[in-house]
């Protein structure tokens, strides 16, 4: 059964007196919570398992659905993959995503496929158990998280060093379970790169695969470099169609260093198609009905149905209403009937119509104004200058 969840937080800020009188008081410091601790029972692991889960921002107020983050060495990675998430999702590159970090309890035991090397068996004895934490993750965890969450099917597998070595192998073993993977400095020099042979019969047999791998290397070089570049040549030859990859050598990174950057880059590259970044450009040389098939493609890829987002109208409607464009602004809006301008906006274009002698269209949205806010004087003021009656 589950434990009760406990919260983690950042060590709480002492705000030091500014008055030299020693008599103030001071306000109680205040928590930053960044996330809980859960727990549960694996039967398949015989053991209890506590795993971290850090909440998006807007996850109290509201009832959407939210993809989810698996972080492997939990406890090390928690803390700077939620940051980075919620960084990338306030500036719209990826949506808001629920992290599930996992602490380990045996590492190479969870993170290692069996081994045929002598020196595996002698150094590790507890290796080879990640069929049993695949089993663990897939059959118990996410279900788990399905039931107590509010979760969205769209799921990545983050992990680093022997969890990059297991991320890549659960995407051999199990392709259904995850939808995106980071693989991070990847330890493909495991068991005289036998997983590399695995992924090249894998990959040669598999004709189409809707999934995304995003690989990193630091400056290990040598065996765990050769593994991730023999993959890549693997991929080179034989990536299924639907089948996303990049693999980044980040050389100034050390082994301890580069989870960050990788986690950064790679949620840009799996959610490469959340937004268009060249909204206007694309309006302007192909029309509104492009735009609606790029959001159209994105939805179908991540699962969702969000359709074209208000600030990519807003990204057009603004400039548009620059240049003095304001019937194309107003179809716009009357296209996207869900996207609620602001106040000043709606002022603004039933001036910019008052000024180019569309007295029809002007009346039309100063009395949105008014619908918007019945008390607005500007638009109570144009109204009867342009002859009409207003409640």
Wanted: net charge negative; aromatic share 10%; hydrophobic share 40%.
């Amino acid at each position: 059964m589950p434990s009760a969840s406990r919260s983690l937080c950042l060590l709480p800020l002492l705000i030091p007196l500014l008055a030299a009188n020693p008599v103030v008081a001071q306000e109680a410091p205040k928590e930053i919570v960044i996330g809980e601790e859960r727990s549960i029972h694996s039967a398949i692991l015989n053991e209890d398992r506590p795993f971290l889960v850090g909440k998006p921002a807007s996850y109290d107020r509201s009832e959407t659905r939210y993809p989810v983050l698996v972080v492997l060495d939990g406890r090390e990675h928690f803390h700077h993959t939620t940051g980075v998430t919620q960084f990338l999702a306030r500036n719209q590159l990826m949506p808001e995503a629920l992290v599930v970090a996992i602490p380990n309890t045996d590492r190479t035991r969870d993170m290692t496929p069996p081994s045929a090397d002598p020196v595996a068996a002698q150094q590790m004895p507890t290796h080879g158990g990640a069929a049993n934490f695949r089993a663990f993750i897939a059959d118990e965890l996410i279900p788990w998280l399905d039931a107590n969450y509010r979760t969205h099917p769209y799921r990545i597998l983050v992990g680093h060093s022997f969890g990059g070595l297991f991320a890549i192998d659960t995407l051999l073993a199990r392709p259904d379970v995850f939808d995106a993977y980071i693989a991070i400095s990847p330890s493909l020099q495991w068991d005289r790169q036998a997983l590399v042979d695995r992924a090249d019969t894998f990959f040669g047999e598999t004709e189409e695969l809707n999934a995304a791998l995003y690989m990193t290397a630091g400056n290990e070089g040598n065996a765990l470099l050769g593994g991730v570049r023999k993959l890549s040549g693997v991929l080179d030859e034989k990536a299924p169609d639907g089948f996303a990859w990049h693999f980044e050598h980040m050389p100034v990174e050390s082994h301890g260093s580069v989870p960050l950057r990788s986690t950064y880059a790679g949620l840009e590259f799996v959610f490469a198609d959340w937004v268009l970044r060249d909204t206007l450009e694309v309006y302007e040389s192909y029309g509104i009905e492009a735009i609606e098939r790029f959001y159209d493609k994105s939805d179908l890829k991540y699962g969702l149905n969000r359709g074209v987002p208000d600030n990519a109208i807003a990204a057009i409607a603004q400039p548009l209403a620059g240049e003095g464009r304001f019937d194309e602004v107003a179809d716009l809006l009357a296209r996207y009937e869900k996207v609620r301008p602001p106040l000043p906006f709606v002022l603004r274009l039933a001036g910019g119509f008052r000024e180019q002698g569309k007295t029809d269209r002007a009346i039309e949205w100063y009395r949105r104004a008014l619908a918007a806010d019945a008390g607005n004087a500007a638009a109570r003021q144009a109204l009867a200058e342009l002859g009409q009656k207003v409640d």
